[in-house]
């Protein structure tokens, strides 16, 4: 036995313990077949079945209506920044972006290969923490085909409060966010998310389109990502990735297990409360987001006296608290808190951080 760690992992993240468990047993003989899952046609009426069932819990989770495809793609969520634009930007066209963060401005890097990427707003500051600038200060273009923004900045630890309201039709990279919080898929016409944060391993992308949007690809698209396409074969187009895919079921059935969206969405509060209260109170920690527009997710903190940052991390460690280094380009402690992170966790890191702060305060 491992000894017991919590993993505050920002990606690939820790995933629900009875979920790695089920897997490994069932790992070497999978529905009784003799075998894994991973070693079994994605063609075979089994595979299919379960594929189907994924994608019906998925469904149902988010409450997806039939004018919805969904998508189980390859490339993770970066893959999805050169797909989007192959796919609903015509040549010469324009995608509107909001810039909150490091993925919003990684999308835009990846959008000007295909056209014109226009900035509609960008990382703002209030008093030295980071923000979102209100809707009503975004320069929108007239011919927009679409507006791009990511609702949870996984990095900057920056999170929409609101869904924007747009004439051009909406996509969002929830990458980082997507079953952690009640959402209308109707308020959106691209969802996409790459699953290693809320939803299983890396490699696969989730992506939730409006089907009038589908067949408008440009003629050079790769088949495996252009979604009509993708669409019309169930994503099965080539080899999915198949063990990927499963194991997005099996968090797909523990998430209903657990009550679905709305019922972790209030742990996900309360995991979130207890944490930034202890950020705030005290002289020790201080978080450089606005209170409006903290993540639930991903939680970047910093400790007042930065020479403290090497000891934190590791008497964290020593405790069993791994993984809390902050992304290179904003420095700092990052814990990122999804789905699978249970409250017991987060309890157990601002003991940690109290302890720490009394001791080194
Ligand atoms: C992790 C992440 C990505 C990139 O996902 P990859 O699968 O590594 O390509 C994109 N957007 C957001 C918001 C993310 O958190």
Redesign the pocket.
């Known amino acids: 036995m491992t000894n017991k760690i919590y993993n505050f992992c920002a990606?690939p993240a820790m995933l629900p313990a009875a979920v790695m468990q089920q897997a490994q047993e069932e790992f070497l003989n999978w529905q009784g077949l003799g075998c894994s899952v991973m070693e079994v046609s994605h063609r075979s009426p089994e595979y299919i079945a379960m594929a189907a069932e994924a994608e019906a819990d998925l469904r149902d989770l988010l409450n997806i209506s039939d004018d919805y495809a969904v998508l189980f793609m390859h490339?993770?969520?970066?893959?999805q920044f050169c797909s989007i634009p192959m796919n609903l930007l015509p040549e010469g066209g324009v995608a509107d972006h909001v810039i909150t963060g490091a993925?919003s401005e990684?999308a835009v890097a990846e959008c000007k290969k295909y056209g014109q990427a226009n900035i509609i707003s960008n990382v703002t500051y209030v008093d030295g923490k980071k923000t979102i600038a209100p809707q009503s200060e975004w320069q929108f273009s007239s011919d927009a085909s679409y507006v791009h923004y990511?609702p949870?900045?996984?990095v900057d630890g920056v999170e929409f409060d609101f869904v924007p309201k747009t004439d051009a039709p909406l996509v969002a990279?929830m990458?980082?966010c997507i079953l952690s919080r009640e959402i209308n898929v109707n308020d959106y016409d691209l969802i996409y998310a790459?699953a290693?944060?809320n939803i299983g391993p890396?490699g696969l992308?989730i992506v939730i389109v409006r089907k009038s949007l589908l067949g408008k690809a440009r003629g050079y698209t790769p088949s495996i990502f252009d979604y009509q396409q993708q669409e019309s074969f169930d994503s099965m187009l080539n080899t999915p990735p198949t063990y990927a895919w499963y194991l997005a079921g099996l968090v797909f059935k523990w998430l209903k297990a657990q009550g679905g969206v709305a019922a972790i969405e209030k742990q996900n509060i309360a995991k979130a409360e207890l944490l930034y209260d202890v950020i705030d109170n005290g002289e020790f920690y201080e978080s450089r987001v606005v209170k409006a527009h903290r993540s639930r997710m991903n939680v970047p903190f910093y400790l007042k006296n930065e020479s403290l940052n090497d000891l934190f991390l590791k008497e964290a460690k020593q405790a069993g608290l791994v993984a809390l280094k902050g992304h290179r380009s904003v420095g700092g402690m990052r814990a990122s808190i999804y789905n699978a992170m249970p409250y017991e966790g987060v309890k157990a890191l601002t003991d940690f951080m109290l302890d720490f702060a009394k001791k080194h305060g």
Not at 75 to 79: H, T
């Open positions: 990606g490339a993770g969520g970066r893959g993925w990684g990511c949870n900045e996984t990279d990458s980082s790459g290693q944060k890396s992308a």
